[in-house]
T-cell receptor, first 113, second 113 residues
Framework: GESVGLHLPTLSVQEGDNSIINCAYS??????FIWYKQESGKGPQFIID?????DKRQGQRVTVLLNKTVKHLSLQIAATQPGDSAVYFC????????????FGSGTRLQVQP | KAGVTQTPRYLIKTRGQQVTLSCSPI?????VSWYQQTPGQGLQFLFE???????NKGNFPGRFSGRQFSNSRSEMNVSTLELGDSALYLC????????????FGPGTRLTVL
């Protein structure tokens, strides 16, 4: 499959544990943030998003936390499964007039059975 | 609903040639964005089209161009290919409204020899 990053930080967790993936974003004017999951050979898959007027948003087994004070975003995955193994990207959008997303460099999540 | 489709999935070209990639967005989506993904630079925004007009453009040379048709399908073209253009080219579609989410296709893997 494609190599999405030669030297990505890697998070290794045991199956069933909770995972926390962190991301520092760059633009204090960003109003919208998204987490994507990319498996080998596939395009990024939408996981969850959050707007800047929120601090927390929950989905199915995933929670995104936004700390605007320190420009930090995190993705929490509950009861991590082998199928969660992938590269995870955070993305930010600077303003609503633009659709351009700025992506982080990604974190590789490895789930050990 | 069918997802975003991209053709071809794989392409091999030689330096100096040109290439055209195609993207069909999700039915009803009017915005198409293109991104380049490389191991060194990560995911970078190329341009976005909405209703047949280029609405946003990233920092890429003029060799990279695109267009969108009345049915929202989009093409991107790269002329005078260079070795550094080898990458995964991703297309993302969205409704184009303020609350939209970008959904990605599987990408076209371009190799320039």
């Amino acid at each position: 499959g494609e190599s999405v990053g030669l030297h990505l930080p890697t998070l290794s967790v045991q199956e069933g544990d909770n995972s926390i993936i962190n991301c520092a974003y760059s633009n204090s004017a960003s109003d919208y943030f998204i987490w994507y999951k990319q498996e080998s050979g596939k395009g990024p898959q939408f996981i969850i998003d959050i707007r800047s007027n929120m601090d927390k948003r929950q989905g199915q087994r995933v929670t995104v936390l936004l700390n605007k004070t320190v420009k930090h975003l995190s993705l929490q995955i509950a009861a991590t499964q082998p199928g969660d193994s992938a590269v995870y990207f955070c993305a930010e959008r600077a303003d609503t007039g633009r659709r351009a997303l700025t992506f982080g460099s990604g974190t590789r999540l490895q789930v050990q059975p | 609903k069918a997802g975003v489709t991209q053709t071809p999935r794989y392409l091999i070209k030689t330096r100096g040639q040109q290439v055209t990639l195609s993207c069909s967005p999700i039915s009803g989506h009017r915005s198409v964005s293109w991104y380049q993904q490389t191991p060194g630079q990560g995911l970078q925004f190329l341009f976005e089209y909405f209703s047949e007009t280029q609405r946003n453009k990233g920092n890429f040379p003029g060799r990279f161009s695109g267009r969108q048709f009345s049915n929202s399908r989009s093409e991107m073209n790269v002329s005078t290919l260079e070795l550094g253009d080898s990458a995964l080219y991703l297309c993302a579609s969205s409704s184009g409204t303020v609350t939209d989410t970008q959904y990605f296709g599987p990408g076209t893997r371009l190799t320039v020899l």
